[in-house]
């Protein structure tokens, strides 16, 4: 489940934008419907099961900073996010992060321990203002059990999960920390055609997510900006060449 880029929240294209802990994250709006438009999970119900899920979830809103669960926390609900981005993180027993991955709209969180009956594996904190629908286990067991249809959409998610989980762990073993690094902000630029990317975040919420000191990552991203793969101003780093990074990476060109 555990791993973020510009404007202001646009009602004409549906570009939205983050910023949150540092970071910016760039993305697209679900397009117009009900509030599970978009989400894979619930996309082969019938209209009216939709409308029946709707109906039994709880709206939650959830402000920057706000932990909307912790680890060990019971498995209580299903967690559709609306709105917002949520970072979700494990935490060492002497307080280190580890972001594990960044969820945005219109995913979920929160389905393992849901599936399991156990206690909460993360911990997820808001690096936005969000808005969401909490649908409680026993009405999603419900719903499981009543359209088996949805059972494909969960494995898939699941599916996701672990091949995330492994690639995280093989990332570890097979790439140096400047790899990660490199890996890491390819991830943060997403899917963006734009020239130039900028990423608001700093050297520890970096860290955090490639898995370094502060130290070794500042030096990583100064041998980037050496090779004019990027560019530091401020807080922000400006990616000029994804392709580059990509590479240094060890991922495939697209």
């Known amino acids: 489940m555990f791993d973020l880029f510009l404007p ?18 760039e993305g697209r709006l679900p397009e117009p419907g009900d509030a599970l438009t978009g989400v894979e999970m619930f996309a082969g119900l019938e209209p009216e099961v939709r409308q029946r899920v709707i109906a039994a979830a709880v709206p939650r809103t959830y402000r920057k900073g706000q932990l909307l669960f912790v680890e060990n926390d019971p498995g209580e609900s299903l967690i559709v996010l609306r709105r917002g981005a949520v970072a979700v993180f494990r935490t060492s027993p002497t307080g280190e992060r580890a972001v594990l991955h960044v969820i945005r709209p219109p995913d979920v969180l929160g389905e393992v321990s849901l599936l399991d009956a156990s206690t909460r594996s993360a911990s997820a904190e808001a690096i936005e203002d969000c808005t969401a629908l909490a649908l409680s286990r026993h009405a999603f067991m419900e719903l499981v059990h009543s359209n088996p249809r949805i059972l494909d959409a969960v494995m898939r998610s699941l599916g996701a999960l672990i091949r995330r989980l492994t690639e995280q762990n093989a990332d570890h073993v097979f790439l140096d920390l400047p790899g990660r690094v490199a890996k890491t902000l390819v991830r943060l630029a997403g899917e963006s055609q734009a020239p130039m990317i900028t990423i608001e975040l700093n050297q520890s919420q970096l860290a955090e997510m490639a898995g370094g000191s502060r130290q070794s990552v500042n030096q990583a991203i100064g041998s980037f900006a ?27 060109d697209r």
């Open 8 to 25: 202001a929240l646009s009602d004409e294209t549906g570009i939205w934008s983050l910023p949150g802990r540092g970071w910016t994250v």
């Open 226 to 252: 050496s090779r004019g793969w990027l560019r530091t101003e401020g807080r922000r780093i400006v990616v000029t060449d994804v392709a580059a990074l990509r590479r240094r990476a060890g991922m495939a």
